[in-house]
């Protein structure tokens, strides 16, 4: 099945600096790769989301890129404020829409005032 | 439009005993996932339905474990003779595909602790 690793696992920014999380993917058939932030006791929400027929997307301080030969995508954010600081996670999915997916281990981000 | 709601939010049980775990999807969502997450790690898939059927199980431990998604009423995962590694918080997810949305919304969760 497919297999997501996640980097770093923990990463610490000073505010309006930019932050990078990259993750790698086994299963060249995903097409589908959401990226969810989860703040302490809460669900994860997803922040933005790309397709494999899509190299890169965009949407105000958050891009996506990816890179399908090499089978990893990363998360760019930019400007960090504050209340970007929690957990992050990167997923994939096989197939069609709707099937499970694949997360990362996930990256604790924390953007220091 | 409510979100996802999970209930309850945190649920405790001794060991021996039963866990019922309730998801009701967003309005007009037909399919329903379940994940878990230990503390420190990602989501782990469990299963996916819609309506009255089970369509994707291949992350359900096989024993004691069971859900379901009636045609009326809420998803319902059921832990039955709970031990301690069952304590995790358990993540429901509900998506649509109308007009080409994929996206899974996730609601708050239920912490599960086993005592």
């Known amino acids: 099945g497919e297999n997501v690793e996640q980097h770093p696992s923990t990463l610490s920014v000073q505010e309006g600096d930019s932050a990078v999380i990259k993750c790698t993917y086994s299963d060249s058939a995903s097409n589908y790769f959401p990226w969810y932030k989860q703040e302490l006791g809460k669900g994860p929400q997803l922040i933005i989301d790309?397709?494999?027929?899509?190299g890169e997307k965009k949407d105000q301080r958050i891009a996506v890129t990816l890179n399908k030969t090499a089978k990893h995508f990363s998360l760019h954010i930019t400007e960090t404020q504050p209340e970007d600081s929690a957990v992050y996670f990167c997923a994939a999915s096989v197939g069609n829409a709707g099937n499970m997916l694949t997360f990362g281990g996930g990256t604790r981000l924390m953007v220091k005032p | 439009n409510a979100g996802v709601m999970q209930n309850p939010r945190h649920l405790v049980r001794r060991r021996g005993q039963e866990a019922r775990l309730r998801c009701s999807p967003m309005k007009g969502h037909s399919h329903v996932y379940w994940y878990r997450q230990l503390p420190e790690e990602g989501l782990k898939f469990m299963v996916y339905l819609q309506k009255e059927n089970i369509i994707d199980e291949s992350g359900m431990p096989k024993e004691r474990f069971s859900a379901e998604f009636p045609k009326e009423g809420p998803s319902i995962l059921r832990i039955q003779q709970v031990v301690r590694g069952d304590s995790a918080a358990y993540f429901c997810?509900?998506?649509?595909?109308?007009?080409?949305?994929?996206?899974?919304?996730f609601g708050p969760g239920t912490r599960l602790l086993v005592l």
């Open positions: 997810a509900s998506l649509t595909l109308d007009a080409g949305d994929e996206t899974q919304y």
């Open positions: 790309i397709r494999s027929n899509v």
